[in-house]
């Protein structure tokens, strides 16, 4: 009698371990993982910025203005170097002075938003699908990072309230 597996056999093994990682993988659903990486970065870039800003306001009385705020916050010492969002992640051409973050200022300077897209299923959902956009954003109003969902050319702006 012959010892080993009969090619059919071992067919049949490949068959089921095909089957069993293409579930796995599915289940896993790396696209996602990745934008959850990236979203996490997105989210600390986001308290970065918003503590540095926080830190420009207690030394100037005031925050940056809209169109100067990414010099301002790097020159001023507040920042080394200006984080960069992930790839995938523009904001539509919202960005002010190529920081890929959006940042919004009131007429009296004394309130500011900061924002950036979040892409994964998890705040996707909370938004109902790919439109309206997921947002990130920072209010120094409530002094608290939090989501909410608007368009991609309506970001978060002063006086935006937290929505998750």
């Not at 100067?68 to 790097?74: A, C, K, V």
Request: net charge negative; with cysteine; aromatic share 10%.
């Amino acid at each position: 009698m012959r010892s080993g597996f009969t090619l059919i056999e071992l067919l049949v093994v490949l068959g089921v371990l095909a089957t069993v990682s293409s579930g796995v993988v599915a289940m896993i659903d790396p696209i996602d993982k990745l934008r959850q990486a990236n979203d996490a970065k997105v989210i600390n870039d986001v308290a970065q910025v918003a503590t540095a800003l926080q830190a420009y306001a207690a030394q100037n009385a005031l925050y940056p203005d809209q169109a100067t705020w990414f010099s301002d916050l790097t020159s001023s010492g507040e920042l080394v170097v200006f984080p960069t969002p992930p790839t995938p992640f523009g904001t539509g051409g919202l960005t002010h002075n190529n920081s890929g973050y959006v940042y919004s200022v009131n007429g009296s300077f004394d309130e500011v938003v900061v924002a950036g897209k979040v892409l994964a299923k998890k705040f996707r959902n909370s938004c109902g699908g790919l439109t309206p956009v997921a947002w990130w954003f920072w209010n120094s109003a409530n002094g608290r990072g939090c989501g909410m969902c608007a368009t991609e050319v309506a970001p978060p702006a002063i006086g935006t309230t937290c929505v998750w």
